[in-house]
């Protein structure tokens, strides 16, 4: 069983299910509710794991009442808690999540790592030792960095999740061998798009997702797109985070880019066809 190193945000999230979009000052009883530990790296975590492999998430959680809850998710789920901050009694990040089971779309606010006391120290220094991938969402600039650096020194795979613009990346960014951006990732340099920029940096492995719309790639040798699954969406919500941590499945497998992207592509959307970020795991492997 090979290891996955995931570092970045860890939140609780308080997901409902609706019928319809809600209006001002409507109230509505949802259709279903659920509370799932989440995150960029977390929910790609849960995704490498349930795929059959060793998935380590290193983030800040703490000992509030409600990291409890983040916990046991964790460890239901499989995960290797690396908790950066374990003595701070704040709470953890909230994100409160609207599903519009008709169409699949959500609605998403949460203070994410704004109020979270900061790591402080390098990671540990064993931390990477067997792992056979890492993954940054972002969210822990510094550390995140910290272990890019030793990533690369160890010949081990640094893949990015460049969901949005973030203080920092650039220096994170420059260490990648792969990053995967959202459509709506925006570099800070005006006049710029987000190929352009991640190819001067000399990324040598750049992928744009862009929801229902076909994945734009660049390689050192070809570019080109890939069609993603067409489907009707029940929940979109961490459809791109699943996505990152199957394409890190495939890619410890040795499987070349494109052909991941693919594969990432098919997890991605059959997480879409039920509610929440738990739901698809027992049927993709059952």
Avoid at 22 to 27: G, R
């Amino acid at each position: 069983m090979k290891t996955g190193v995931f570092i970045g945000l860890i939140t609780l999230d308080c997901i409902y299910q609706t019928r319809k979009t809600l209006e001002a000052n409507e109230k509505q009883v949802a259709e279903a509710v659920l509370l799932a530990a989440g995150g960029p790296a977390t929910n790609a975590a849960v995704a490498f794991r349930a795929l059959g492999n060793r998935a380590v998430l290193v983030g800040a959680l703490g000992c509030h009442p409600l990291s409890t809850v983040v916990r046991d998710d964790l460890t239901q789920s499989g995960i290797v808690l690396v908790d950066l901050t374990p003595t701070a009694t704040v709470s953890p990040p909230f994100s409160s999540i609207v599903v519009n089971m008709m169409t699949g779309d959500r609605a998403v606010i949460s203070r994410n790592a704004a109020d979270r006391p900061t790591p402080k120290g390098p990671p540990p220094p064993d931390l990477l030792a067997g792992a056979a991938c890492l993954l940054i969402d972002g969210h822990q600039m510094l550390l995140g960095l910290a272990l890019a650096r030793q990533a690369q020194q160890a010949n081990v795979p640094v893949i990015i999740d460049a969901g949005s613009w973030k203080p920092g990346f650039d220096q994170v960014l420059s260490l990648a061998t792969v990053v995967i951006a959202s459509a709506t990732f925006c570099p800070p340099e005006p006049g710029i798009g987000a190929i352009a920029y991640l190819q001067s940096l000399g990324i040598p492995y750049i992928a744009i997702t862009r929801g229902a719309a076909p994945i734009f790639y660049q390689t050192p040798c070809q570019s080109g797109e890939i069609a993603v699954p067409t489907i009707q969406p029940v929940d979109t919500l961490g459809a791109g985070d699943i996505f990152h941590g199957a394409f890190c499945h495939s890619c410890i497998q040795g499987v070349d880019f494109v052909e991941a992207l693919t594969r990432a592509a098919q997890v991605a959307s059959g997480s879409c066809q039920s509610f929440g970020t738990r739901q698809w795991v027992h049927q993709w492997v059952e």
